[in-house]
């Protein structure tokens, strides 16, 4: 077989393998709480006194469905289930998991993004507009 790769190419161990599928799961992870966070910051940090009456109701808008966002992600608990196989050294074991995990939330970027709400629901009775 020309393509055929030899044995003695492949000396990755499972623990660096393993090491390595861990790396990267944290790194997943990682990322999608900064991009949860780096939005809520966004909001945060928005002049909505300077916008128009259309681009404060969106805003509005945009603040009700984060806090909606954050307050899910951390009451609903997960259930993970695992199975896996494999061989090493001429060895084939079998593995079997389940996890159960209720997620940490960030308190108190929700009561932020709360009083937030509650500022963006004033400038809003100011300019005699209701969401």
Same mark, same amino acid.
Request: proline share 4%; charged share 20%.
């Given at each position: 077989?020309?393509?055929?790769?030899?044995?003695?190419?492949? $000396?990755?161990?499972?623990?660096?393998?393993?090491?390595? +599928?861990?790396?990267?799961?944290?790194?997943?992870?990682?990322? @999608?709480?900064?991009?949860?966070?780096? /939005?809520?910051?966004?909001?945060?940090?928005?002049?909505? $006194?300077?916008?128009?009456?259309?681009?404060?109701?969106?805003?509005?808008?945009? !603040?009700?469905? %984060?806090?909606?966002?954050?307050? %899910? /992600? &951390?009451?609903?608990?997960? !259930?993970?289930?695992?199975?896996?196989?494999?061989?090493?050294?001429? &060895?084939?074991? #079998? +593995?079997? +998991? #389940? @996890? !159960?995990?209720?997620? !940490?939330? %960030?308190?108190?970027? +929700?009561?932020?993004?709360?009083?937030?709400?509650? /500022? #963006? &629901?004033?400038?809003? %009775?100011? &300019?005699?507009?209701?969401?």
């Amino acid at each position: 077989m020309p393509f055929a790769r030899p044995h003695s190419a492949c $000396q990755y161990s499972y623990s660096s393998l393993m090491t390595l +599928g861990l790396y990267l799961l944290l790194m997943i992870v990682l990322a @999608g709480c900064s991009a949860h966070a780096s /939005r809520t910051e966004e909001l945060l940090t928005t002049d909505f $006194q300077s916008l128009d009456n259309d681009s404060l109701l969106l805003h509005y808008y945009e !603040v009700e469905d %984060q806090i909606r966002v954050t307050e %899910q /992600r &951390r009451s609903s608990p997960r !259930v993970s289930l695992g199975l896996g196989l494999g061989s090493f050294g001429g &060895r084939s074991s #079998v +593995g079997a +998991g #389940v @996890g !159960v995990s209720t997620p !940490v939330g %960030q308190t108190e970027s +929700g009561a932020d993004l709360r009083a937030h709400r509650n /500022r #963006v &629901r004033l400038e809003l %009775q100011k &300019r005699g507009l209701t969401p």
